[in-house]
């Protein structure tokens, strides 16, 4: 071969799959419905390269039954799909597992209405109150008492341990679930 079909031979390829990337990640995006962790690679056993505000639009690059990968900023990695709404170029609203357009709610202003409407009247009502008990989510805990100033992660095996540091306070998370708090020394 010559220089110049090998440079064609070897170049070809890659333009098609930039191209292909280009096109997928403008075709979909997602929109986070509550704080999202943004994974290195797929599972929650992964590292977290970010947490995602709520309300946030990411491009789409892959879309999976139960992990969505998208760019955030110069990062990319994955989010679970139960995190955000999908929707194509004309702003439709995709089925993605169990996800479908009319399930979902238009968001309430008010924030108290928000957390009723995401966790019930009693939890909704306790979380608005920035109140925390063993076995809230690390989604609920966020709601209640917002983004940590650190997350510390630690993977033992297969159960993945967080320790969110706040000004006064810290909280423990045993595989997403709240076991431990307590004042910051």
Known sequence: MTGNKILKFLFLPVIILLISINISAQYYQATTKSVARLYGDKGNSSTV??????????????????YLKVIYGNSEGWIQTDKA???????QVLRVGEQT???????????????????????????????IWKGMSNDM???????????????????????????????IFDSDVLVEWGPVR
């Open 101 to 131: 357009g009319e399930n979902m709610q238009q968001q309430p202003v008010d924030r108290k209405e928000m957390l009723i409407n995401k966790y019930g009247s009693k939890t909704g009502t306790a979380v608005c109150e920035h109140k």
């Open 85 to 91: 709404t999908l929707r194509d170029t004309e702003g």
């Open 49 to 66: 390269i970010a947490y995602i505000k709520a309300d946030t639009t990411l491009d789409v690059l892959v879309v999976e039954d139960d």
């Open 141 to 171: 805990v966020y709601d209640s008492w917002g983004k940590p100033l650190r997350v510390d992660r630690i993977i033992k095996g297969s159960e993945v341990q967080e320790r969110w540091i706040y000004t006064r306070s810290y909280v």
